[in-house]
């Protein structure tokens, strides 16, 4: 569990396979608070406790996940309203600009420039 306690940048570019799950929940994560802002509780499976506790598995021998250990990464990850990596991953995520209604809603111009036909009559 202490290889929780890596730089956030540790989630975003490893190359250990045991990292790799708890990298893709966290990457995750953080993309779903970026969405919903952080306060937002997340409903999918994706990001249940069972979800952690699975991508937790591969840093324990025999793979299984105390409720003790499950509660210290969470905190260390700041899943839910802990602050964490996730926090610090979703900070360094692209910010998408809303597209505001009145932008939506102006009517388009056709950028094809007009033709003229002319009919020659025999």
Do not use: W
């Not at 602050?83 to 111009?109: C, F, H, N, Y």
């Amino acid at each position: 569990m202490n290889s929780l306690n890596r730089n956030f940048h540790a989630y975003l570019h490893t190359n250990d396979p045991r990292m790799a799950a708890v990298s893709a929940y966290v990457k995750a994560y953080a993309e779903f608070e970026a969405e919903n802002g952080p306060d937002a509780i997340p409903t999918e499976p994706a990001f249940s406790d069972e979800a952690l506790r699975d991508a937790l598995s591969g840093f324990t021998k025999d793979g299984v996940v105390t409720d003790a250990a499950l509660a210290r990464a969470k905190d260390i990850l700041g899943v839910g309203p802990a602050v964490g990596k996730i926090d610090q991953i979703r900070d360094t995520l692209p910010v998408e600009e809303p597209v505001s209604d009145a932008d939506s809603s102006a009517p388009v111009e056709d950028e094809t420039p007009p033709t003229t036909a002319i009919v020659v009559q025999p």
